[in-house]
């Protein structure tokens, strides 16, 4: 079993959220399925000092900050193609909202990054399953519109959810909502106030619902 990850930068402010990536590796795993870690080769749409929360007048890429938590293993999103793997997931971080697409800026009015885009829809097309943590659902349900998604207990990202087309349900640390039909499984992670521990058990939620959905078990 094979998992592609997409990661959207280094960091919670500009990037991809660092523990929900790294636990979500981890996660796939321990389920004993391999991965490879995918990201757009594009410009980040800023730098955060995460020391300050400022931002930083330089301009990073989104592969280059990626590969840091790939440890350089890691592959420029356009190469992806869905008949190579059983399933895609998406960590959360603002990156997800600020570089895959413009969610953080224009709500459900956002534009998604045109490679991001055309993976998902390959992916969703294919019947493959797509997981997303934390802010990762908006971008799916952007794109899939009728699904049924979660963020946790946010009430304004959840009414921007229904805006689109979705569905959403709220959820708590270490819980999942599996969108049978469309084969979709996301969890809050750090929409909620968490813990390490909490994201690792959202982690292997998702992943095991993942698992779950290849194997034609759920």
């Known amino acids: 079993m094979k998992f ?4 959207s930068g280094c960091g919670v ?92 800026f224009d709500g459900p009015d956002m534009k998604i990054d045109k490679v991001v885009e055309k993976v998902i829809r390959e992916t969703h097309q294919a019947g493959k399953p797509i997981g997303a943590v934390c802010i990762a659902p908006v971008l799916i349900t952007k794109i899939i519109n009728n699904i049924e998604v979660t963020v946790g207990t946010d009430a304004s990202t959840a009414a921007d959810i229904v805006t689109m087309g979705g569905s959403h349900r709220n959820t708590g640390h270490g819980e999942v909502v599996i969108d049978k039909k469309n084969r979709i499984v996301t969890s809050p992670c750090y929409m909620l106030d968490a813990s390490v521990a909490d994201i690792a058990a959202g982690a292997d939620a998702v992943v095991e619902a993942l698992v779950s959905l290849v194997k034609g078990s759920s």
Do not use: W
Not at 4 to 7: G, R, S
Not at 30 to 49: E, S
């Open 13 to 104: 402010y500009d990037g991809s959220e660092i523990h929900e990536a790294v636990m979500l590796l981890l996660a796939v795993s321990k389920n004993k399925a391999m991965y490879q870690v995918f990201a757009p080769n594009v410009m980040q749409h800023h730098v955060i000092n995460h020391l300050t929360g400022e931002v930083m007048k330089e301009s990073r890429n989104v592969l280059v900050e990626s590969a840091r938590i790939a440890r350089g293993n890691i592959k420029p999103l356009a190469e992806y193609k869905a008949d190579d793997f059983d399933a895609i997931i998406f960590p959360g971080g603002f990156g997800a909202a600020k570089n895959l697409c413009t969610y953080a």
């Open 4 to 7: 592609a990850i997409v990661l």
